[in-house]
């Protein structure tokens, strides 16, 4: 352990509490937290996914019937490369031209590639994909031509991920914000949902499909699989307390190996004492910090006495 000897007793009683949340059970978590509230969002989210998919036009259809086809389809999206039309123009200055040509992998299903370019169609001839080529001519700057092509191969892929189509199309109706329940540490050492009196952040649990993001990503991942399974909730509950217990036992081995988990800005909002940072870590953060900076340049000038007065003062007004 890297703390020094004043607060290493501090630091393991938070880095005990942190395994002890870790050895919880789904129950003693949920207990802790709104399970109604989860519950009501999960069920929500499905009856809103079915409903897209299945009272949506003929692309959503398809994948009504074999909802496991989304994965695949994002999995084809993230394989393609695109085709630009890009003039230099100065050193670190593009053009994009009209033209953008889409090339497939090999093997991949004929209906999906349908699709595609159909969607590609589409975006070629939206405003979205004009409002891209008129930023990258207009306001960007790019080290070479390579990561412009890098930048413009994401922005399309945005537009045609399945997540896209059915949250932000112009046919899609409007979705349900992601609902994030934060977690926290409180003064106690408890798991708590309340930010008041809280000495740490622990985790945001993201709750419902994140509808900026592929159904690639871990979140959406396992909500989509889950709706494809037809599993109840208890399967994404279950994931929810996986979550929190692995980043508390994450957060108890960080305390221990780690010389500070806190800095003197947790201690300046009241989020934790001095008794978790180490001599060093205070001599370290009150150096960069603005208000101490502003206090040294006060007597910067001063004598080496007149430094050692200032600095008896400070410390006797403190412990008034």
């Known amino acids: 352990m890297k703390s020094s000897k004043d607060n290493s007793n501090k630091i393991l009683d938070l880095s005990l509490s942190l395994k002890n949340i870790a050895k919880m059970s789904d129950d003693e978590i949920l207990s802790k937290i709104n399970k109604a509230e989860i519950e009501k969002k999960i069920e929500s989210e499905f009856s809103d996914l079915y409903a897209r998919l299945n009272y949506g036009d003929d692309f959503l259809k398809i994948f009504a019937e074999k909802p496991e086809l989304i994965f695949e389809y994002e999995k084809i ?24 040509s889409v090339i497939f992998p090999e093997n991949i299903d004929k209906s999906l590639k349908t699709k595609i370019n159909v969607r590609i169609k589409e975006f070629k001839e939206s405003s979205d994909w004009k409002s891209l080529i008129y930023y990258v001519e207009a306001n960007s700057r790019y080290e070479s031509k390579e990561k412009l092509i890098k930048y413009l191969h994401k922005k399309v892929k945005e537009h045609l991920y399945f997540s896209h189509y059915i949250y932000h199309s112009k046919k899609s109706s409007r979705h349900d914000r992601l609902k994030i329940i934060d977690l926290y540490i409180d003064k106690n050492k408890s798991l708590s949902c309340t930010k008041k009196d809280h000495l740490l952040e622990l985790i945001n649990i993201k709750i419902g499909i994140d509808d900026t993001t592929s159904f690639l990503s871990p979140n959406n991942k396992i909500f989509l699989k889950s709706f494809i ?9 279950k994931n929810y307390c996986d979550e929190i217990r692995k980043k508390a036992l994450k957060v108890s081995v960080k305390s221990l190996t780690e010389e500070s988990i806190f800095t003197i800005s947790d201690v300046e909002v009241g989020s934790a004492t001095l008794d978790y940072l180490s001599d060093d870590v205070i001599k370290s953060d009150l150096r960069y910090n603005n208000s101490f900076s502003e206090l040294k340049n006060i007597i910067s000038y001063e004598s080496k006495e007149n430094k050692k007065r200032f600095a008896d003062i400070i410390t006797e007004l403190l412990l008034e």
Not at 77 to 100: A, E, H, M, P, W
Not at 229 to 237: P, R, S
């Open 77 to 100: 999206v993230k394989s393609l490369t695109f085709d630009f039309n890009i003039t230099q123009i100065t050193t670190r200055k593009f053009k994009v031209g009209d033209y953008l």
């Open 229 to 237: 399974e037809n599993e109840t909730n208890k399967f994404l509950i």
